[in-house]
């Protein structure tokens, strides 16, 4: 007998996407009857994102209103709403595994997805958005041109590419690195702080796209903070997580990236190393996308268990050996977007904990989706969902009243900082966290 709702820690199962019935079109399509059915006698998940309205609508309005007076193509609406934020399984949904209803929406969405690749009705270029890799090392080379073009203020260009390429004119792109945080490091193999050296702890900084390409000084700041407590600490980034294909549902290129990078960092941690990851997306990826892909793979699971996101492991830091002196107090109170994807990892507010560490500081927590969701902050044609969803999260933001933001999501932060410029928040897109625990080292 099936249980109203459920109290038991949400489980996800692996996505087989090579078995047969994965993508068989009756089968898919009787899946998605039956979880928009309960979907629709519940409502729990109405304000996360637009999937649910447009699902909970589409119902009411049906003839009977039911799912079965509803037409297979009319369930594409729902699934390109979804941001794949993972919110309705970790957060709302009462259904999800162990529950006898079995519901995992995001991952339903992830497979019509991936039917919709297979049929080839997946628009061209977010797909190409997704070579992360190949794409950023032109973005690098050529860093200075780039970033001026694609400037939100160079109207003639970003008209041209909202034409051309479906990139809203109005949403506020990523900078490109001058050069590459690898590169950074290797010119800069500071000194460990022996002084406060108080274990042999180890760790392989794995950098992110992001960070590598966007966003150098989340890296720097990391490193500096972890030589400042003492820690060994090398640099690693053998490519992107996969994350980018997993939103394209790309899962055959996802499990080529996981075996790819895997193989570079279970180097370091059969050398005693732990990994630790700057994004939240990234560790997701690491953490628990990968082995969900590759259940049987006992090098993704010896991965997994080794691989700790940045705030995680400086919380650790202070829990077990203390944090190094020389942490001060810094001018102005902190409000931490706490990324979806850092609450899909289920390790807790680590963000707050690890600038509680900070004196005297006030630390306000927005527990809520920005909306952004990879390229679906960009694109034009859901741009305008993006900015619904996260407005009501920026407002959040704005009543803290406080001088920083910070998130864990750099795309994230970029995203909610555009949307409400009239605030009291001093830098123009959120910080990493661990950027203000270097801050406030005076590093």
């Not at 966007?214 to 700041?221: C, F, L, P, R, S």
């Not at 077990?320 to 810094?330: F, K, P, R, S, Y």
């Not at 990879?374 to 803290?400: S, Y």
């Amino acid at each position: 007998m099936s249980k109203e709702g459920s109290t038991e820690a949400p489980i996800r199962h692996p996505v087989d996407f090579n078995h047969p019935d994965f993508l068989d079109p009756k089968k898919l399509d009787d899946e998605m009857r039956r979880v928009f059915d309960i979907c629709h006698g519940c409502r729990r998940c109405f304000n996360l994102c637009d999937s649910f309205p447009k699902l909970f609508d589409m119902i009411d309005e049906s003839k009977n209103e039911d799912v079965e007076s509803l037409s297979s193509d009319q369930f594409a609406p729902v699934v390109d709403a979804c941001t794949l934020c993972d919110m309705c399984f970790m957060t709302k949904c009462p259904y999800v595994p162990p529950h006898d209803f079995d519901l995992d929406f995001p991952h339903l969405m992830l497979r019509y997805r991936m039917a919709q690749k297979k049929q080839g009705k997946l628009p061209a270029v977010p797909r190409q958005l997704a070579e992360i890799d190949r794409n950023s090392k032109i973005g690098v080379m050529f860093s200075g041109l780039i970033n001026w073009l694609s400037n939100i203020k160079n109207k003639l260009f970003r008209k041209l590419l909202e034409i051309i390429a479906g990139i809203d004119i109005r949403a506020q792109l990523p900078k490109y690195n001058s050069e590459t945080f690898s590169n950074f490091f290797k010119k800069n193999t500071h000194k460990i702080n022996f002084e406060n050296k108080k274990s042999d702890r180890k760790v392989v900084i794995y950098s992110t796209c992001f960070v590598n390409f966007n966003k150098k000084n989340t890296g720097v700041a990391a490193l500096k903070v972890l030589k400042k407590n003492g820690v060994e600490v090398q640099e690693a980034y053998p490519g992107c997580c996969g994350m980018p294909f997993l939103e394209q549902a790309d899962l055959p290129k996802v499990v080529d990236q996981a075996k790819k990078v895997s193989k570079d960092l279970l180097e370091w941690i059969d050398k005693g190393y732990k990994v630790v990851t700057l994004t939240a997306s990234c560790g997701l990826m690491l953490k628990f996308e990968w082995p969900l892909l590759l259940p049987n793979n006992e090098n993704i699971k010896k991965l997994s268990a080794n691989v700790m996101d940045i705030d995680e492991y400086v919380v650790d830091i202070a829990n077990n050996e203390g944090i190094a002196d020389g942490l001060q107090e810094i001018d102005g109170g902190v409000t931490v977007h706490h990324a979806c994807h850092a609450r899909a990892q289920n390790m807790g507010i680590k963000a707050r904990d690890m600038l509680k560490l900070i004196p005297n500081v006030k630390v306000d927590v927005v527990e809520r989706c920005a909306g952004h969701g990879g390229t679906f902050g960009v694109m034009k044609e859901t741009h305008d969902l993006a900015i619904k969803v996260g407005r009501p999260t920026m407002r959040q933001i704005k009543t803290k009243n406080n001088k920083y933001m910070a998130s864990d999501c750099p795309l994230a932060g970029k995203h909610l900082k555009q949307l409400e410029a009239d605030t009291n928040i001093s830098n123009d897109e959120a910080l990493h966290p661990i950027e203000l625990i270097a801050k406030s080292y005076r590093l």
